[in-house]
Nanobody
Framework: QVQLVESGGGLVQAGGSLRLSCAAS????????MGWFRQAPGKEREFVAA????????YYSDSVKGRFTISRDNAENAVYLQMNSLEPEDTAVYHC??????????????????????WGQGTQVTVSS
């Protein structure tokens, strides 16, 4: 079992910044990728960003590219999401996700929620206009 704990959400004005953190813990697991997804009320959970654990290659949705930056700390099994130039449309619950089964290596699975087998509880990000 792997536990993911997020932190760093909150309320910010449009144009502001927030940094989300997620730490993975558990026994005998290997990470292949970690990502961030978000879910706004009444909407499907959508991909935000991901990072390949071995290569460090990063992936972003078009809606956040150029504003958000994902990074990782291999030693701490942690992933971060630096969010700049926040917009009201970024308001959502942000979930951290981990791939320990290598699913994200196949096709476009890194962008798909089914590529990840562990999820955090989520942290609320609210951007006011």
């Amino acid at each position: 079992q792997v536990q993911l704990v997020e932190s760093g959400g909150g309320l910010v004005q449009a144009g502001g910044s927030l940094r989300l953190s997620c730490a993975a813990s558990g026994r005998s697991f290997r990470l292949y990728a970690m990502g961030w997804f978000r879910q706004a009320p009444g909407k499907e959970r959508e991909f935000v960003a991901a990072v390949s654990w071995s290569s460090g290659f990063t992936y972003y949705s078009d809606s956040v590219k150029g504003r958000f930056t994902i990074s990782r700390d291999n030693a701490e099994n942690a992933v971060y999401l630096q969010m700049n130039s926040l917009e009201p449309e970024d308001t959502a619950v942000y979930h951290c996700a981990a791939d320990t089964l290598k699913r994200t290596y196949y096709g476009d699975s890194v962008f798909d929620k089914y590529g990840y087998d562990y999820w955090g509880q989520g942290t609320q990000v609210t951007v006011s206009s």
